[in-house]
């Protein structure tokens, strides 16, 4: 299994463009999440997603959207980036309700916005 | 909603000395308590967790214990050694939260040789 994979690792974008990060797990997790992470701090959820078809909001949703169209997939949107956006973005993933509590993370994608 | 306090921000100790990294939580019907810790540039990676019907739970040189009443729980590492070196983060999660957790907001340990 690869595991949670995150791409691309690294972009910088200009302030207004658009992007998506994708992300795939290959453990049928049932349950996705979006965190972002500045310099410095802990992790702030943006979005998550508790199976095909179903996403919600997190605590930072502003200037993001997501879709869940497969168990596999989560891919994170930015449009209209900001500086503020600046961060390093990591996708997680747990099997289940009730088959343990470890969050599977990605490398991460650091995304610097000039 | 729930809130984590994690302290201190930076702990630096001796080779060989032990280490406690404290967090306190406001949500008494948060559940289950992990800790990841994150080296430089790397994704975290849970290190130890423990669940509220337990009051501290070990593994080797690292434990955490849990004080349910006042609301807080601590990271103990034993005996560090270098690569203990890192970002260790604690987090709370709620029953009823669709498993999110929220994260403190980190502690860098630092071994001195």
């Known amino acids: 299994n690869a595991g949670v994979t995150q791409t691309p690792k690294f972009r910088i974008l200009k302030i207004g463009q658009s992007m998506t990060l994708q992300c795939a797990q290959d453990?049928?997790?049932?349950?996705m999440y979006w965190y972002r992470q500045d310099p410095g701090m802990g992790l702030k959820l943006i979005y998550y997603s508790v199976g095909a078809g179903i996403t919600d909001k997190g605590e930072v949703p502003n200037g993001y959207n997501v879709s869940r169209s497969t168990t596999e997939d989560f891919p994170l949107r930015l449009e209209l980036a900001a500086p503020s956006q600046t961060s390093v973005y990591f996708c997680?993933?747990?099997?289940?309700?009730?088959?343990?509590?470890?969050?599977?993370f990605g490398e991460g994608s650091r995304l610097t916005v000039l | 909603g729930e809130n984590v306090e994690q302290h201190p921000s930076t702990l630096s100790v001796q080779e060989g000395d032990s280490a406690v990294i404290k967090c306190t939580y406001s949500?008494?019907?948060?559940?289950?308590f992990p800790w990841y810790k994150q080296e430089l540039g790397k994704r975290p990676q849970l290190i130890i967790d423990i669940r509220s019907n337990v009051g501290e739970k070990k593994d080797q040189r690292i434990a955490v214990t849990l004080n349910k009443t006042a609301k807080h729980f601590s990271l103990h590492i034993t005996e560090t050694q270098p690569e203990d070196s890192a970002v260790y983060f604690c987090a709370a999660r709620h029953a009823q939260s669709n498993y999110q957790l929220i994260w403190g907001a980190g502690t860098k340990l630092i071994i001195k040789p």
């Open positions: 453990m049928n997790h049932n349950y």
């Open positions: 949500d008494s019907a948060s559940n289950y």
């Open positions: 997680a993933s747990i099997p289940l309700a009730g088959a343990g509590g470890e969050l599977f």
